[in-house]
């Protein structure tokens, strides 16, 4: 079983900045391959799951793969000494309001932008408002 925990969400107003973090844990056994690709998503209310960014970690954050509506403005980053993964979102928009959610799975099975994840985090809250 792999643990995904997100943070660093909350409020900001349109244009600004907000940086999310994503820790994974793994249970003893439990070889690092098995959460080797690495994603975000978000789900605003009354819409679908919406894939943003996707990472192997092992070939790095350079090889990420973008959705169009968050590419130019999210970054992700990688640290493998840490288990983790950040999402930097800047030139935040009100449509970017959603809960987050940090995915991982093994890459053997497509480290796609619409590949299914096995774990996921419990989520966290970004809201863009004046």
């Known amino acids: 079983q792999v643990q995904l925990v997100e943070s660093g969400g909350g409020s900001v107003p349109p244009g600004g900045s907000l940086r999310l973090s994503c820790a994974a844990s793994r249970y003893t056994g439990r070889p690092a391959a098995a959460s080797d690709c690495m994603a975000w998503f978000r789900q605003a209310p009354g819409k679908e799951r919406e894939a943003l960014v996707v990472v192997n970690t092992v070939v790095g954050a350079a090889y990420a793969v973008y959705s169009d509506s968050v590419k130019g403005r999210f970054t992700i980053s990688v640290d493998n000494a840490k288990n983790t993964v950040a999402l930097e979102m800047n030139s935040l928009k009100p449509e970017d309001t959603a809960m987050y959610y940090c995915?991982?799975?093994?890459?053997?099975?497509?480290?796609?932008?619409?590949?299914?994840?096995?774990?996921w985090g419990q989520g966290t809250q970004v809201t863009v408002s004046s």
């Open positions: 995915a991982a799975g093994p890459s053997w099975s497509g480290c796609v932008l619409g590949a299914e994840f096995p774990y």
